[in-house]
């Protein structure tokens, strides 16, 4: 099974926190150049903070500029069935490879609430649908055999795991085997090469905003059978996503990353936590520390 590399695409901003479509279109194109799929409108495509019509809009120009390059996946999921639908079917109109639907988020859920919730999206499109399960950010929870009993469903393709447990990983990977055409996506970063051992389809990356060839380095060098390269690039990876992670929330600090680096990408949406120059002197120091940043842009 050939893997593929998605990179959870950041939404920027401008100074006066509308949307940056030009600035967005030019990571979109960074990404497809170095070899990424993409995905938009997810957690570190701050879709919390969008409206209905900013998210239809930036998949638009995001398919648009992809112009059949790369895979596009979009999520749609919000905490009602009714409002999913409404966004998967204008996503379905722009035409993408899938829709990803987040776990509900505010409502809590049952394993019955949840297994309706994406049977009745799944049957609203004919895109295929992919669950996403995050819940350390949406307090619900995909257990395994719910995931089970939704692979079954014709038009739900497979799962994201964001959820950074391996077991949970394990656990989905397991349904993957038993039940075909059901494909697994890893969301942690450390995790990449692994889950491409154990038989994911792929991963969802939030840290390939920051380095988008390294991910593309694992997923290749994977694809081509050169274990050596891909554990080197794994390293570098992981060895980046360690240092960063232990700043704070992994989302911002990867937008904000990405913003020392080219400051188009703009700053997140009130009433997300305002810029430290403290904060940014450690990430500046770190990006240097990776070989991300030159010492002269810190």
Not at 17 to 31: D, F, I, P, S
Not at 179 to 200: I, K, R, T
């Amino acid at each position: 099974m050939t893997k593929e590399a998605f990179v959870a695409l950041v939404t920027c901003f401008n100074d006066d926190e509308t949307v940056n479509y030009a600035a967005t279109r030019a990571q979109v194109r960074r990404q497809v150049a170095a070899g990424n799929n993409i995905m938009c409108a997810g957690t570190n495509g701050d879709f919390t903070a969008l409206t209905f019509d900013e998210k239809v809009r930036l998949c638009a120009e995001v398919a648009e500029e992809v112009d059949g390059k790369a895979k596009i996946i979009v999520n749609a999921g919000m905490p009602a069935t009714f409002e999913t639908i409404l966004l998967a079917k204008e996503f379905e109109k722009i035409g993408v490879e899938g829709i990803a639907v987040i776990t509900p988020f505010f409502i809590q859920c049952t394993q019955d609430g949840m297994i309706r919730h994406f049977s009745t999206v799944a049957d609203a499109v004919s895109t295929p649908v992919y669950l996403y399960d995050i819940p350390a950010r949406t307090q619900n929870h995909i257990e395994p055999e719910t995931a089970k009993t939704l692979a079954s469903h014709g038009n739900i393709a497979g799962i994201k795991d964001s959820g950074g447990a391996q077991d949970t990983l394990e656990a989905y990977l397991q349904v993957s085997k038993e039940v075909p055409g059901f494909d697994v996506y890893s969301g942690p970063d450390h995790l990449v090469l692994w889950s491409f051992q154990n038989g994911a389809k792929g991963c969802i990356s939030g840290l390939g905003n920051v380095m988008p060839e390294t991910l593309a380095d694992i997923t290749r060098a994977f694809n081509a059978g050169d274990t050596a390269a891909a554990e080197k690039a794994q390293e570098a990876f992981g060895a980046f996503r360690k240092d960063l992670y232990t700043l704070g929330y992994p989302p911002a600090l990867v937008k904000r990353s990405l913003y020392l680096m080219d400051n188009s990408v703009g700053a997140s949406r009130q009433p997300a936590l305002l810029p430290d120059p403290e904060q940014d002197r450690k990430i500046a120091a770190l990006l240097v520390k990776h070989g991300l940043m030159a010492e002269a842009n810190a």
